[in-house]
């Protein structure tokens, strides 16, 4: 069994920034696939952004070029930063950790509002 703990979310003007971090402490982590997936309230869970155990990364179009996925193997810790963030950036946003199984975080909100 896997434990993914997030932590950064938030409420954050229109323009903001927020990191967001999920630790997977005790797993072989750098072999997961790890990746950031929203839900935002009536909609379907969406992927946000992955990267893959050798770093690649994808990302979803609607966040291009304002949200960066990163990985820190020492600390078994997967990073989403997120800028000129937009009120429909608003979600529960969720890591997912997959290698044989995949393995979900609790979700941490992330509000974009003034």
């Known amino acids: 069994q896997v434990q993914l703990v997030e932590s950064?979310?938030?409420l954050v003007q229109p323009g903001g920034s927020l990191r967001l971090s999920c630790a997977a402490p005790g797993t072989v982590f750098s072999h997961y696939v790890m990746g950031w997936y929203r839900q935002a309230p009536g909609k379907q869970r969406e992927l946000v952004a992955v990267i893959g155990s050798g770093g690649s990364t994808?990302?979803?179009d609607?966040?291009?070029g304002r949200?960066?996925?990163?990985?820190?193997n020492a600390k078994s810790t997967v990073y989403?930063?997120?800028?000129?963030l937009k009120p429909e950036d608003t979600a529960v946003y969720y890591c997912n950790a997959r290698w044989e199984l995949s393995y979900w975080g609790q979700g941490t909100q992330v509000t974009v509002s003034s």
Do not use: E, H, P, W
């Open 67 to 72: 949200f960066t996925i990163s990985r820190d």
């Open 80 to 84: 989403l930063q997120m800028s000129s």
């Open 62 to 64: 609607s966040v291009k």
């Open 58 to 60: 994808n990302y979803a």
């Open 8 to 10: 950064g979310g938030g």
